[in-house]
């Protein structure tokens, strides 16, 4: 039995669907302040996420990292709630694609002019994300040594 004073109750959501929902010891964020560490009893706040890495480690003390492309967190006294854009447990993410991805958007933000703003901003976005994608199977991989 864990003891509830160290747990906090973790959620994490998209458009799409419900990502993972378990009660965690730590969630680490990327926000558009900087990485933020949440522990059980954390002042309650809300912030803007970035395109990164979600690490938590859950009661059984287990890693866990999941990719974000944006969006916002609320932290309560012992609840953490994330409204994602789009979010993927490592293991579901294809490495190989993913750094495939981040290659050809690289690729193709070499031939856009600098007129077209909004095509930059959507390009350098997927970059993003895609790099969130990589970087999160390249840290899952280096905790399971697999």
């Not at 059984?60 to 993927?88: H, T, Y």
Request: proline share 3%.
């Amino acid at each position: 039995m864990f003891d509830n004073h160290k747990i906090i109750k973790f959620e994490i959501v998209t458009p799409e669907r419900i990502v993972l929902k378990k009660n965690v010891h730590k969630v680490i964020v990327p926000t558009k302040s900087g990485e933020i560490t949440v522990l059980p009893k954390h002042e309650p706040l809300i912030s803007i996420l970035v395109p990164g890495v979600l690490e938590l480690l859950d009661e059984n003390d287990k890693k866990e990292g999941i990719s974000l492309s944006g969006g916002f967190i609320e932290v309560l006294r012992n609840k953490v709630i994330v409204l994602a854009d789009s979010a993927e447990r490592a293991e579901e993410i294809d490495f190989k694609r993913a750094e495939e991805a981040r290659k050809k958007a690289k690729e193709e933000i070499k031939n856009i002019r600098h007129e077209d703003r909004e095509r930059f901003a959507e390009i350098s976005g997927g970059i993003a994300k895609e790099l969130a994608r990589t970087k999160a199977v390249k840290r899952w991989k280096r905790i399971y040594n697999k």
